[in-house]
């Protein structure tokens, strides 16, 4: 090494690492993500968590038996959900706060899944990917309402399988793919829309390889994709024959659907971005066809896919993270029926597991550019400018989750 030569800042892979201890780091997470929610560990039920909440004749050994055998006997059957709302009810009756507070740790739990993830796929910027995933208000939704136990407890277990994946992908031991393919199957009957994990396992192999092959990458996944499509078939029959998915409100066009897709992508894309003005219940568009400018959300839609994979032998990265966000966001862009759709094309909690990819990319992008121009940045910046962006999130999100302390914080009834 030369004299007159700079010594390098140390690599954006090694900068990442502010805490290295996982023990250390889940206890921050759990302190911070109760730090952001407090403002709604006090909220009453609102909307559909009395529905979810163990009904009076479900709350013997019978009904337990009932949530698994009889799909109607609850509002939506996703049984291990419903399982776990018995057992809660067995503990503490209905005592609110610790519903909240079961959501609170699952949430903490998902955002050190998605560190260990990250690190073991070596993208820089992990820590702050998942203390954004934590922390971003976007997120409130899904932790602060009491029935969205559906999206902790499914993220937990398929983010979970994930992981687990990720090991067997390099060991190749029969053990870590049984209990990988076991997770993922408890993830579906948390909630069905974690189906499209095989396909972002194949997403995230394209982008690490640059290719992917036959034996290797696709036929260990055959038996997922095949749970996942049986999964999604059978909530898809369930919205339709049990829940209410059809009727005047539902009879929407091919078109019709690719309109709203394409809005519904920039939606949930800019409220990552931007989370300003989130609701619990967003305005329902007006889709029509004759209205031209509507066309420009699928049509801008797919000009940024064809930008991003004309770059691909350059960036992979930025092509992954669309190909993963659009695809975890499927089942709820609008080609599949689902009941909150007539009263709003899109919410907050549908984006939960897709966040991931927007954010890893974000975060990604952020400590490049630190580690870029750490030469003209004081040293305690180049943690100061992550940091405050995490303080920054956590107020909004302990703002936004006030909405939830009760039906008349949001000016909603509490019934649909």
């Known amino acids: 090494m030369g004299k007159g030569r700079r010594r390098k ?39 559909d968590d009395d529905a979810h909440i163990t009904k009076t004749e479900l709350r013997s050994l019978g009904g337990l038996a009932q949530i698994w055998i009889n799909p109607g006997a609850t ?10 709302f018995w057992l809660e009810h067995k503990i503490w009756g209905d005592t609110v706060w610790p519903y909240h507070l079961v959501n609170v740790l699952l949430h903490a739990f998902s955002a050190f899944l998605v560190w260990r993830i990250l690190l073991r796929l070596k993208i820089p910027g992990t820590w702050l990917a998942a203390g ?7 997120q409130v939704e899904s932790v602060a309402w009491i029935s969205e136990l559906k999206n902790m407890l499914s993220g937990v277990l398929v983010l979970s399988a994930a992981l687990l994946y990720l090991r067997f992908d390099q060991s190749r031991k029969r053990s870590e793919y049984t209990g990988a393919l076991a997770l993922f199957a408890l993830g579906l ?27 290797n990458d696709l036929i260990p996944l055959l038996p997922f994709f095949a749970f996942g499509i049986a999964a999604g ?37 800019v ?16 889709v029509s066809p004759s209205v031209w400018w509507q066309y420009i959300f699928p049509l801008s839609a797919l000009t940024l896919l ?4 004309k770059l691909r032998n350059r960036w992979r990265g930025p092509l992954a993270a669309f190909l993963l966000f659009t695809g975890l966001l499927f089942p709820a862009l609008g080609f599949i029926n689902v009941y909150p759709f007539l009263f709003s094309y899109v919410a907050d909690h549908f984006q939960y597991i897709a966040s991931i990819a927007v954010i890893t990319l974000v975060s990604a ?30 107020i909004l999100t302990w703002r936004q989750a006030r909405m939830y302390r009760d039906a008349l914080s949001h000016n909603i009834a509490t019934e649909p």
């Open 132 to 138: 954004i995933f934590a922390l971003h208000p976007v």
């Open 75 to 84: 509002q939506q059957y996703y049984p291990l959900v419903h399982s776990a």
């Open 189 to 215: 009957l948390s909630k069905s829309v974690v189906a499209t994990l095989p396909a972002a396992i194949l997403v995230i192999f394209w982008w690490k390889r640059g290719k992917l092959a036959w034996k």
């Open 365 to 394: 992008a952020i400590v490049f550019l630190i580690d870029k121009f750490s030469e003209r940045l004081l040293p305690v910046a180049r943690h100061a400018i992550p940091i405050a962006l995490l303080v920054a999130l956590g």
């Open 9 to 47: 800042p140390p690599p954006v892979a090694e900068q990442k690492e502010l805490i290295r201890n996982p023990w250390l780091f889940a206890c921050i997470l759990i302190i911070a993500v109760a730090l952001s929610y407090s403002s709604a560990w006090s909220g009453r039920p609102i909307w």
């Open 271 to 286: 409220k990552l971005l931007w989370p300003a003005e989130l609701t619990f219940i967003y305005p329902r568009w007006h």
């Open 233 to 269: 078939a059978f909530t898809a029959w369930m919205e339709r024959t049990h829940i209410g998915a059809q009727g005047n409100q539902f009879a929407l066009s091919f078109l019709d659907r690719c309109l709203i897709a394409g809005r519904a992508f920039w939606f949930y894309l």
């Open 306 to 309: 064809v930008i991003l994979w």
